[in-house]
């Protein structure tokens, strides 16, 4: 099976070109809110489900300007050059983990704010980002963006000649690697569905727990295959460093998570 982008603007208004990228973030934003706002609704009984839509400016909009700042820090040398270019966002350049630290900052704020438990947020807000992260990860397929090493097995992608690293200039076909991102994205999206609804009253803050653990497995051994990595350290992609230490606090998150459960049931 062969994938190949059609191109990266879905039609133009008057002359003005809406790309796909665009598209897709602005849906998976609001299946991120959606999905959140359900599951609140759905799980916990103080009645401040309809609040979350005054909570998602918070965590969207710092979502999206600290995945942009994170990876214009990231390709630094790039927009220094071209300082304007920090503003072209609709152009692509989002870095997922950028996004996660400035959302969950967002969330805090929003949590003082509406008095609503931090911790209830995250969790519902976490399911609902990781569904809307396997939707995300197309935008990459519509720009050619966010492949793998070449390959010639039954499922590649084709990237055009001007958008191949120089020194694969040669290969026609490359691993999806969004592909496999955006499956198993969503197949996290399942498990975290099941672990809300069965733990989601009794431990708080697990769902977001797991989701940061096992997003980051997900994203260290994707991205051990991508050829687009804006910056690596070493024989090592900055997105595998972050990742690992994004694991590494969870699993103390987790860990104070079960000791306070214990504290309290004693």
């Known amino acids: 099976m062969i994938f190949a982008s059609p191109g990266d603007v879905a039609f133009n208004v008057f002359g003005f070109p809406v790309y796909y990228y665009g598209i897709i973030l602005a849906v998976s934003c609001l299946l991120a809110v959606v999905v959140a706002r359900y599951l609140y609704q759905f799980i916990y009984s103080d009645n401040k489900a309809q609040k979350l839509w005054d909570v998602a400016p918070f965590v969207v909009i710092l979502g999206i300007l600290g995945a942009r700042l994170y990876y214009c820090l990231l390709n630094v040398g790039d927009y220094i050059a071209n300082p304007l270019g920090i503003f072209m966002i609709r152009e692509g350049g989002l870095s997922i983990h950028g996004g996660i630290i400035a959302g969950v900052l967002g969330l805090y704020i929003a ?12 969790d519902v807000f976490s399911v609902g980002t990781i569904l809307a992260q396997s939707l995300g990860r197309w935008g990459n ?75 980051s497995l997900i994203r260290f051994f994707i991205e051990g295959i991508r050829l ?14 972050i990742s690992v230490l994004i694991f590494v606090v969870s699993l103390l998150f987790l860990v104070c998570l079960l000791v306070k459960s214990r504290n309290l049931s004693d």
Do not use: M
Request: aromatic share 22%; net charge neutral.
């Open 111 to 122: 949590s003082k704010r509406y008095e609503i438990p931090f911790l209830r947020l995250l």
């Open 141 to 215: 397929f519509f720009n050619n963006e966010a492949f793998g090493i070449p390959t010639d097995g039954w499922l590649k992608l084709y990237i055009p000649e001007a958008s191949r690293p120089e020194y694969f200039a040669k290969f026609e076909y490359f691993h999806p690697t969004f592909l496999y991102e955006s499956v198993l994205n969503f197949l996290l999206f399942v498990i975290l569905i099941f672990v809300i609804k069965r733990f989601g009253v009794k431990f708080e803050g697990l769902t977001f727990g797991l989701y940061l653990a096992l997003y």
């Open 228 to 241: 687009d990595s804006a910056l690596n350290v070493g024989d090592f992609h900055i997105a595998q460093i």
